[in-house]
């Protein structure tokens, strides 16, 4: 029996089409994901209003209901994270861009050091979600 090679006997064009069809399959479930990432943020921000609410009419029992409340995210909060630390590399990308069309050595050697900033806070998110 011959063995098939990656292709399944499928022709370039309808591997290309295959390939389209999962990256609009992925593209749908990441788009998913982050709106329960969105929503999981939304309702820890409500648990978090509830506890200041409890805290401010019955301090003897805010522990009790903070316990009873009191839910782990790791999910969407590493989620949250990686995406507060893509905007720090988009931040440092622009700044590298701005550097590189500076004419003025002295404010292109700023904005570098402005990226590598922002690269640098990127990687303590990233830091920080792992933890």
Known sequence: MKERGITDGLTMNQLAERNAEHVATIAALEARYAALAAENAGLKAAIDST???QQS???VNV???RMLVD???PAT???LAEVRAQGADELAELYFTLAAH???RY???SWR???RFAKDYAVQIRKGAAQ
């Open 51 to 53: 506890i200041g609410w």
């Open 57 to 59: 009419t019955d301090p």
């Open 63 to 65: 522990e009790s209901v």
């Open 71 to 73: 839910i782990e995210t």
């Open 77 to 79: 909060d590493a989620f």
């Open 102 to 104: 500076e004419a003025n």
């Open 107 to 109: 404010i292109a050697d």
């Open 113 to 115: 050091e402005s990226a």
